[in-house]
């Protein structure tokens, strides 16, 4: 029952695998970082060993955390639906030649960031007390609108008992429904296993109303966001629709956790986050069963473009056993002088929980415009429905060495965008994911897998 009581609930972050045709296409509209690095060569298994050792040193700290599987890339389904025949060598050759940019939105690696993977209500706000996921459609960006059909097995494979978890499909793929899943999303609480308040920021409505950003498309719509908490069960009471800022989204904060991270009571941010500050500030105060604790970074402190530089904001809040709270944040941190005075001045030398900054390096990651928040996608379970959980998904040491192993054996160490159209790659990337749904003990979860398709043409 919604508003029921589970003290023993805990926070999994699972965090995104980073695919073996991690490159640097510049696919990502509005991504600064994402089309700044676009056309350079990329280290597939750096990045993916970056992001494990994330995953590991979270995990040896005490953090539950979990893993989620790339998907299958390079998607020849996709390339096939556009009219490219033949042997996969001849479809990726005749894609390289006639149309590269499709050929570089069917290996994108962009699904390593989770936070877009879906939206997740904890069985603490839902009315069946179950958690309820619905994938994001994605349907901004060609690269990313590949997804949401994998998305959707991998997470009801993981979650697959109906008694504990329920599974809504994406909202329709039109520009008025664009959603980008937890991106856009916060969860305010008191503990993790009692009733919270959820913050959903959108960029635009879908009828043109509101005020929109002029340099770059907004992705999340307002009425994406409001059909979520409906199938989610959330009513009024429980959630919070802001706008974002549109001055924010043309400086490159494509999503609101570029620019704001909430946990628990805690709601880290820049002072132009929102367009209506107050207003979100005193509903969010109105809704919440505990006191809300704003930590408000002003412009004067760090600038629009030093937040999106460095990815102050997209870093992850995490809880501590002793009622303290440490940020993780990229290294891009470090290195610019405003950015860590600020840190430690005004976030750990405020009046708020956050007591420790850790600092990590996901350099592959932020190079294509994805920090340590992007990475993650946030599920609140309780005891039973993390029992409940299929699949070794949950990280130890010994999956830890398992994957790394793994990554070393098939990963390359350079990737350039004229390797995209290789038939060799395609080969190592099957090969790998083929291996890799054994280790996590998934079962079939890949179209290449899973023999359900017209002949020749894989089901995407």
């Not at 805990?10 to 509005?30: I, K, Q, R, S, W």
């Not at 060609?142 to 997804?147: D, G, K």
């Not at 009801?156 to 429904?177: C, N, R, S, V, W």
């Amino acid at each position: 029952m919604s508003g029921a009581m589970e003290v023993n609930a805990d926070e999994v972050n699972f965090d995104g695998l980073v695919g073996p045709t991690h490159n640097y296409a510049g696919l990502a509209a509005g991504n600064v970082a994402s089309r700044r690095h676009a056309g350079l060569v990329s280290n597939p298994r750096e990045a993916a060993l970056q992001g494990l050792e994330k995953m590991h040193a979270l995990s040896q700290a005490g953090y539950a955390q979990g893993v989620l599987p790339p998907q299958q890339r390079p998607d020849l389904g996709f390339l096939r639906r556009l009219g490219f025949a033949g042997s996969d060598a001849e479809v990726l050759a005749a894609a390289a030649r006639q149309a590269p940019a499709m050929l570089r939105a069917a290996c994108s690696a962009s699904s390593m960031w989770t936070a877009n993977a879906a939206t997740v209500t904890p069985g603490a706000d839902a009315p069946d007390g179950r958690v309820h996921f619905t994938p994001a459609n994605l349907q901004s960006g060609l690269h990313r609108c590949l997804e949401p059909a994998t998305t959707g097995r991998v997470l009801q494979a993981i979650f697959a008992d109906p008694a504990h978890f329920a599974h809504h499909g994406p909202l329709p793929a039109t520009p008025a429904l664009a959603d980008e899943g937890a991106a856009n999303h916060t969860r305010l609480c008191a503990r993790y296993g009692e009733p919270g308040v959820h913050l959903f920021v959108y960029g635009r409505d879908a009828f043109g109303l509101e005020p929109a950003p002029t340099r770059f498309s907004a992705r999340q719509t307002r009425e994406a966001s409001e059909a979520i908490a409906r199938q989610h069960g959330l009513a009024a009471a429980q959630t919070v629709f802001a706008r974002q800022h549109p001055d924010a989204i043309d400086a490159g904060v494509f999503h609101n956790d570029v620019i704001a991270v909430g946990n628990g009571p805690v709601m880290l941010y820049h002072e132009m986050a929102f367009a209506d500050e107050a207003a979100v500030l005193d509903e969010l105060r109105a809704k919440m069963p505990e006191p809300l604790i704003p930590v408000r970074v002003p412009a004067e402190a760090v600038s629009l473009d030093e937040a999106v530089a460095t990815y102050l904001f997209n870093s992850q809040l995490l809880s501590n056993a002793d009622g303290s709270m440490t940020l993780v944040v990229p290294g891009e941190c470090g290195h610019h002088e405003a950015v860590w005075r600020t840190l430690q001045d005004l976030v750990l030398g405020g009046h708020n929980p956050i007591g420790e900054v850790r600092v990590k390096d996901v350099k592959q990651s932020m190079q294509n415009g994805g920090g340590p928040a992007c990475l993650r996608l946030r599920v609140v379970l309780n005891d039973a429905q993390r029992a409940a959980l299929s699949g070794r998904v949950l990280m130890d040491d010994a999956l830890h060495g398992a994957l790394a192993d793994w990554v070393r054996r098939h990963y390359r160490d350079r990737l350039a965008p004229e390797d995209l159209a290789d038939p060799q790659l395609l080969a190592e990337s099957l090969a790998a994911l083929d291996e890799l749904s054994d280790i996590l003990q998934l079962g079939a979860i890949y179209p290449f897998q899973r023999e359900d398709r017209v002949k020749g043409v894989p089901n995407a």
